[in-house]
Each structure stands twice: as structure tokens, then as C-alpha cells.
């Protein structure tokens, strides 16, 4: 059980209507976010030697416009008693590339490096970007996904909106081949609706058996 409120905005669902401006101001917001994730892979694909747009097209399928692009709209309430329970336990994300605006009064974001818990440190009209599962993947473990942790606190209210550029379920995800040789390809290829249907039941466990499980699938 985690300690937050959340709903999710991505194309085709129901929009919330009781506050004017708010779906316009959103779809701004959320087309100029999907543009910064499209930017960043592409940097990615540079730093990596990848062909220009190799990861936008895994993730597309190769073909079309198919990658699912969502935002989570996160409300992280005080808590009585914060040392029984975390404000979102600790995970990595399942699919590539993620933007979060986060609360710049109330911290509570952490994330792990070489086993320690770190504050992500709120600062103001920023985005704090994070890879999921599908770039470590895909990169054969050269950017790894992010352990990370929202803390609950008996003080303030934490907002906080994070938005996904995923790969579409039907796509393939496997190492990119110039980043692998023959001794050193880690990671196993997979359908990502499939890596979902493990995700889904293991997200809050170690990471690692998630890829072992769905090569066996």
C-alpha cells in the first residue's frame, strides 16, 4: 500500500472538466514534455552511436506512431504516522524515458546510488528526468533504470506529475546490436505487453528476475 492519491491523463481518456483550463493547459504541457523525451533519446541514440532515432523507432514498433505517452498526476497527503508506510515504495519504472515535475516545497523524491537513499532535492520550474526498465534494456545496461522512492511526511502536501513515453505493448525490446558482442549481451529479447504482464505482479521487487522471468515466457 502506498500513501498517494493519483489519477492518469493520456490520449482518448476522460478529461477532468471541473476546472476551467485545465485540459488545455495539460495538452500544451503534455505536448511540449513528449517533444523534451523524443530530444533526450535522441541524445541517447548520439552518446550511444546508435543511428539517429533508433530508440523512438524500437519503441514505436519500427513503424508508425505507436508508443503510448501518459502522465500520472500524483497527490501525496500528510501522513500520521510516515515511519509505518512510504509515500510510494521503492521501484523502477517499466518503460523508457520519464519527466517529473515535482512539488518544489514538499520534497520526499529519493533514489538509490551505490546503496544509499539520496533526496532528489526539489528545484523550482525543473524536470527530473529518469529511465525505465526498456532503456537498460535496450542499451544492454549502459543507462540503467532508477531505483527510486516518494517518503511519506507528516507535514505538507507533495504534488508532484510524472509523464512516460513507453514503448507500445506490441513492440520488441532487445539490446541494441552494436552495443552487444558475443559475451556481453545481459538482457533477453521480449514483446513489452509481455514484460508488462510480469511488471505488473513484481514492480516493487528486484528488477533482475523480472527480465529472467519474461525471457522464459
Known amino acids: 500500500m502506498d500513501w498517494e492519491d493519483v489519477f492518469s491523463l493520456f490520449d482518448g481518456c476522460e478529461w477532468p472538466s471541473n476546472t476551467q483550463g485545465f485540459k488545455e493547459t495539460m495538452a500544451e ?15 541517447m541514440d548520439e552518446n550511444l552511436g546508435l543511428p539517429n532515432g533508433y530508440i523512438k523507432k524500437a519503441f514505436n514498433g519500427r513503424e508508425g506512431n505507436n508508443a503510448f505517452f501518459g502522465t500520472k498526476v500524483s497527490h501525496y497527503p500528510p501522513c500520521p504516522e510516515p515511519e509505518l508506510i512510504d509515500g510510494l515504495r521503492a521501484h523502477t519504472d517499466a518503460g523508457g524515458v520519464i519527466l517529473l515535475f515535482q512539488d518544489d516545497i514538499v520534497n520526499g523524491l529519493q533514489i538509490l546510488k551505490d546503496g544509499k537513499w539520496i533526496d532528489v532535492q ?96
Open 29 to 43: 504541457y503534455r505536448a511540449e514534455l513528449k517533444k523534451l523525451a523524443e530530444k533526450l533519446m535522441e541524445l
Open 122 to 217: 526539489p528545484i523550482a520550474n525543473s524536470i527530473v528526468i529518469n529511465t525505465g526498465d526498456q532503456i537498460e534494456v535496450l542499451t544492454n545496461g549502459r543507462y540503467k533504470s532508477v531505483w527510486h522512492r516518494v517518503l511519506a511526511t507528516p507535514d505538507g502536501n507533495r504534488r508532484s506529475i510524472a509523464s512516460f513515453y513507453n514503448p507500445s505493448l506490441e513492440a520488441t525490446i532487445a539490446p541494441a546490436p552494436q552495443l552487444v558482442d558475443k559475451v556481453n549481451q545481459t538482457y533477453p529479447k521480449f514483446v513489452f505487453g509481455d514484460y508488462m504482464s510480469v511488471y505488473v505482479e513484481q514492480k516493487f521487487l528486484p528488477k533482475e528476475p523480472r527480465f529472467h522471468a519474461v525471457k522464459a515466457m
